[in-house]
Each structure stands twice: as structure tokens, then as C-alpha cells.
């Protein structure tokens, strides 16, 4: 029996007319993934992968609430919403009549909570300009709101004023 004919020899199927070292195209040689590159999620010849720490966790040594390095800081979840609450009451002043600046003085003290939480924190938490937007149209709207109070009592006060006078 020749070693060509042993059925653990991996050349045992191919072509004898063929040197020992070509491999047909689309057929890896042993031991080696195809293309030449190591395959995906395993290290390089001679390399070992890095440690990685499981999803979701800091690694050892990373400062908390902080996040990892070159990693932008979250945005303050206060920051947004003051933004919104702000908007919604400036925008419905022409949608709805103004009924919606009733938001405004809440958009006003969420945005400057949250603009004083980001500056005792500074990398902690990101979205400064947003919660700065909502405290500043926060403020405008409140200022809208106790304009057209102010209007609203000077408009029943000379309907009261303008009622009385003309009754004899």
C-alpha cells in the first residue's frame, strides 16, 4: 500500500498531473482560512486578543460616570425635555391661543437645574446648549405668560369698570 492510496492523506483525491502544493481555486489549504486573513473574532498567528470586559461594564480601573475615554458623555436627561417644554409653549402660543405657555415656567427651572447639574459635572454629562435653549425660551415664555395674565385681569377689570358705569 503507497501512501497516495491511504485514505488519511489529504492529497489522496486530487489530480496527480498537479504539483503537491496547488490547491484548486475555492478550496483553503488546511490550517489556513480562505483569503489570508484571520477569520473574524479570532487573534492573528502569534497574537493574543485582547481582554474584553463584558458588555455593558466598565472596565477595571475606568472612573465611574465617566465613561470610557474618547467616549462623548452622555446628554443630561433634563436637557432635552426643557428644550421641548419650551418649544411646545412658545409654539402654541400661535397654534393654540397661547394655553400652552402655562409650560413655559416649567421649561424654565428644568433647563436651569439641569445647566447647573452639567457645570458641577462637567464630564459627566453633555447637552449644556440644549437645557441653555430651554432655560432662555423657558424664561421668554413666562414673561409671555405673565404678560397676557396681566392683560387678561386689565381686560375683565375695564369690562367690570365699563359695566358698572353704564348701569343707572
Same mark, same amino acid.
Given at each position: 500500500?503507497?501512501?497516495?492510496?491511504?485514505?488519511?492523506?489529504?492529497?489522496?483525491?486530487?489530480?496527480? *498531473?498537479?504539483?503537491?502544493?496547488?490547491?484548486?481555486?475555492? #478550496?483553503?489549504? #488546511?490550517?489556513?482560512?480562505?483569503?489570508?486573513? /484571520?477569520?473574524?473574532?479570532? /487573534?492573528?498567528?502569534?497574537? #493574543?486578543?485582547? =481582554?474584553?470586559?463584558?458588555?455593558? #461594564?466598565?472596565?477595571?480601573?475606568?472612573?465611574?460616570?465617566? $465613561?470610557?475615554?474618547?467616549?462623548?458623555?452622555?446628554?443630561?436627561?433634563?436637557?432635552?425635555?426643557? +428644550?421641548? +417644554?419650551?418649544?411646545? $409653549?412658545?409654539?402654541?402660543?400661535?397654534?393654540?391661543?397661547?394655553?400652552? @405657555?402655562? +409650560?413655559?415656567?416649567?421649561a424654565w427651572r &428644568?433647563?436651569?437645574? =439641569?445647566?447647573?447639574?452639567?457645570?458641577?459635572?462637567?464630564?459627566?454629562?453633555?447637552?449644556?446648549?440644549?437645557a441653555n435653549a $430651554?432655560?432662555?425660551?423657558?424664561l421668554i415664555g413666562?414673561?409671555? @405668560? $405673565? @404678560? =397676557?395674565?396681566?392683560?387678561?385681569?386689565?381686560?375683565?377689570?375695564? +369690562? &367690570?369698570?365699563?359695566?358698572? *358705569?353704564?348701569?343707572?
Open positions: 500500500m503507497t501512501t497516495s492510496d491511504s485514505g488519511d492523506n489529504p492529497d489522496s483525491g486530487r489530480d496527480e *498531473s498537479l504539483p503537491p502544493t496547488h490547491q484548486p481555486y475555492g #478550496q483553503p489549504q #488546511q490550517g489556513q482560512s480562505p483569503y489570508g486573513q /484571520p477569520q473574524y473574532g479570532q /487573534p492573528e498567528y502569534g497574537q #493574543q486578543s485582547p =481582554a474584553q470586559p463584558p458588555y455593558g #461594564q466598565k472596565p477595571y480601573g475606568a472612573t465611574p460616570g465617566y $465613561g470610557h475615554p474618547g467616549q462623548a458623555p452622555a446628554n443630561h436627561p433634563s436637557a432635552t425635555t426643557a +428644550l421641548v +417644554l419650551s418649544l411646545i $409653549g412658545l409654539v402654541g402660543i400661535a397654534l393654540c391661543g397661547g394655553i400652552t @405657555l402655562v +409650560l413655559s415656567p416649567f &428644568m433647563g436651569a437645574r =439641569a445647566v447647573r447639574e452639567i457645570d458641577a459635572n462637567p464630564g459627566m454629562y453633555a447637552g449644556r446648549d440644549q $430651554g432655560r432662555i425660551m423657558g413666562t414673561v409671555l @405668560l $405673565g @404678560l =397676557a395674565v396681566l392683560a387678561f385681569v386689565a381686560a375683565i377689570a375695564l +369690562l &367690570m369698570v365699563a359695566s358698572v *358705569s353704564t348701569t343707572p
